[in-house]
Structures are given as structure tokens and as C-alpha cells.
């Protein structure tokens, strides 16, 4: 793709909600052009350490899952509060586990994906201001000579962080708090391995968390409540062991730390995920705390809910009004993501009577209770969320599509390439010029069910007995 066109869509910020958006836009054929204000390096600092299954799903729909698989380590069993164990085993996934994977070995596959397909990246470019009108958007960046430019783009998408310049320029507010503040991280040598792939507890005012990277080194998380002080002040190794020790009995010989901060944890989300032709994904849309592994996850999966969506339209497949689903589809998930991960840590940092007792009592629930278990640890790892129907929709539709078993494969390899897939219990071939991005299979099964799934691996539509005709109608509604 060459990088002086005029791009259709511009993505600012190149984290991995960023990268997997401008990698699924390009492998649509739509021009895209990525700015990112630091220079080309992906640190080993990562934030993020686990993949969940709903996120391996949608990476395994870009070829990407089964390296990083390879690259990460499963674990399949996490226990919370010290009583509370949470089995993924029998998740109705292919990815009955979770991934410890640092988040930058994610970047990685995604980077790759998208230079391949052809993004324009714009290093060492930061966007200084945005103005939109009823044809398109202008973003006014400063080069890496330190020049002024202006770039202008059908839509553009903010998936630069917290602090997103993006959601300032169309002034939305990001309205929240912070949930636990002064918490301390540091990336260490240990001279004891753990007994487990993920360590974490607390203990009254304490609690730690350790997840090791693939190069010696493990990264440790920790809060004491008795120490609350800002983020600037200087963090030494010995208070971090300090923390460990309270919360996990001993500190396992943690020594040469190569980096060390503190940061608080806020809890927010924008009000709106679309201004105009300007949208919102990941952390730039919503913040929460790191409980429950979910950031990276519910960033990625917004990505892969809006990027066909502005395919489909700025390709002229669909009116703009599906990109109103994306707020509709996305912004409800993002506040029970909030919800969901804020319930865990103040569990997990109880200490009045009332909420141990009901730290207690939902353990005690989530133990014995099969319908209250298998919800949570749907919503813990994506699988469990479905997306609103119109009224009068068959009962599929907006549900999540499993790895179904099709006559050709697998429903996760038809996707591939950002592909609407439609499975049919009868050979039903498609001639028209939709299809390079449909795929047509058949049921592995005696099923009788007529199911087209979206490229983000959600049914679009379904019938349970079609005719050619209501295919073809379908086909004309939902893939152009």
C-alpha cells in the first residue's frame, strides 16, 4: 500500500487494539495509516499478561492464536480469595485455558499481520488536533522533524491509552475514579520459582501477584494499603519485597530489578465510543483495574468488533448506520467489564466484617452453584457476552459463534481474511461479486439450522429452515 495516499481510516495509537484494528482494515483493502508517537520499538515493559479465551478465539480467526500458543503457557485453574477456584476447563472453547503471554509477544504477531496487509506506519508522528466535518475528518500531527502536518481520513479511531489525545480533541469527558492508588510494580530475577504459573493473594492489607516472563525474568504487582503515597515517589526494591512478603508469606529472593514504578488503578469509561466520524477503542474508551487479566482482552475484542464494520462501510458494502452498532455492541460490555473487574478487587481487598462475609458467601456460591459459576467465568473470559438483537430475530441472533466443526474445516479457519461465513445444512453456491469476502460451508453435522456469522464470529443472521431466496436476502442485508 503506499504510504503518500490518502488513507480512508486513521488509526492513532499502536498498542494492540490499535494494531489488530489497522491489520483488519488493511486485509479488507482499506487504506489505513497508523500514527504513533514513540518511536518503532516494542518494549518488554508490558502492562498485559494474559489472553483469555474469547481473545485467543478472535485471534485464531487471524491465524495468530497457534503461535502465540506456542509461545505462552496455559494454565487452565486460578484460585481467588484462597478459597475460591475457578476451573476453565470446561469452557466451551477451543481455549479451555487461559495464556500467561506478556503482552508484548502480542504486539509482535499483530505488528506483523498489519505491515503484511499494508498499514501505513507513521512513527514518531503525535496527533495535535482533529476537526471533523459531514465528509471527513482532519488531523493535524507533528512529524519527527518537527514539522506540522495536516492528514485528513473518512474516520479516524483514538486507541491511544488512558490519557487519549483522540477522546480530548472531541471533547468527551472520561468520567470514574481511581480504585487503589500507589500500586507498586517491578520486573525482578527471582532466587526461588513459585510453585504455580500465576502467583496471587491477599492477606489483610496486602496483596501481590507474580507472572513470569520467557526470559528469566517475573513481573510482580503489588499494594499495601498502609502505604499510599503519589506515583512519583521513588520506589526501592525492598519495599517491593516488603509487599510480597505480607501478601505471599516470603518475597522468593527477588533481586536486579531492570524496572520499577508506581501507577494507580482508575476506574472509567467515555460516555460515547462515537463522535461523529471519530470512534474510541480499548484503553482510550475505558479503563479499569488489572483484576481479572481483562484490559488487553476487551480492547482487542472492541477492534474486532468495529473493524469490519468500517470496512463494510467505507468500502460501500453497508450504510453508515452499522457503525452505530458499534457503540451499541461495545459500550455495554465496557461497563460490565468495569463492573466485574472493580467487584473483584475490593473483594479481594476486604477487611470490614460485612465485606468478608460477602467475600465469603459468593465464594461459597461460586464453588456449589453451576449456572453462577459457568456466568462468571463467562464474562472472566469474553465467551460469556452476546450482542442485542432486533426484535423479532431468530433466537441466534447476536450470539457468539464457537469453533463449530464445518464439512471444510473449522469455523475460525473460514474466517480468516475477514470473511462473512455461511453455513447452510444444503449446498448453497454463491456466484455474485460478494464472494471474496464470503465464505460458504456446510454443517459437519445433521444440523438443519441456516446460520451466517459476522467476521467478528457473532450471527448475523439465521433461519431454521431458508430457501435460496431468504439466503439471498439475508446475504443482500448483512454482507452487501
Known sequence: MNGTATPAVIVVGSGPTGLLLAGDLATAGVRVTLLERRAHHISNLSRAFVLHARALEQLDARGLADGLEALGQPLDRLRLFGRLTVDLAPL???????????????????????????????YETEMTALSQDAEAVSVEVRTPA???????????????GMRSAVRDAIGLPFP????????????????????????????????????PFRDGYYRVIGWNRSRNVSDDEPLELDEVKEIARL???????????????RFHSDERQAPAYRVGRVFLAGDAAHVHTPAGGQGMNTGLQDAANLGWKLAQVVNGYADSALL?????????????????????????????????????????VLNNVAPARRKAVGRLTGIGYDYAA????????????????????????????????????????????RKDRLAVERWASDRRTTVLVRP?????????????????????????
Open 146 to 160: 518537527g514539522e506540522t502536518e495536516t492528514l485528513r481520513a473518512a474516520y479516524v479511531v483514538g486507541t491511544d
Open 324 to 364: 452505530d452498532t458499534y457503540q451499541a455492541e461495545r459500550h455495554p460490555v465496557g461497563r460490565s467489564v468495569l463492573r466485574s473487574s472493580g467487584g473483584i478487587v475490593r473483594l479481594a481487598m476486604a477487611k470490614r466484617p460485612w465485606t468478608l462475609a460477602l467475600r465469603s458467601v459468593l465464594t461459597t
Open 247 to 261: 501478601a505471599l508469606g516470603r518475597d522468593y529472593g527477588m533481586r536486579d530489578a531492570r524496572w520499577m514504578s
Open 390 to 433: 432486533p426484535r423479532g430475530s431468530h433466537r441466534l441472533t447476536g450470539t457468539r459463534v464457537p469453533d463449530v466443526a464445518l464439512q471444510g474445516g473449522r469455523l475460525y479457519e473460514a474466517l480468516r481474511g475477514g470473511r462473512f461465513v455461511l453455513i447452510t445444512p444444503e449446498a448453497h453456491e454463491e456466484q455474485g461479486a
Open 456 to 480: 467478528d464470529g457473532y450471527v448475523a443472521w439465521a433461519a431454521d429452515s431458508a430457501d435460496a431466496a431468504a439466503i439471498e436476502g439475508a446475504l443482500a442485508t448483512h454482507v452487501g
Open 176 to 211: 470514574g475514579h481511581s480504585v487503589i492508588r500507589s500500586v507498586v510494580l517491578a520486573d525482578v530475577l527471582l532466587d526461588e520459582q513459585p510453585d504455580t504459573l500465576l502467583t496471587v493473594n491477599t492477606v489483610g492489607d496486602a496483596f501481590a501477584f507474580i507472572a
Open 92 to 122: 466451551p472453547s477451543r481455549f479451555n485455558h487461559l495464556l500467561v503471554l506478556p503482552q508484548y509477544e502480542v504486539e509482535k504477531a499483530l505488528e506483523r499481520r498489519a505491515v503484511e496487509a499494508g498499514v501505513d506506519f507513521r
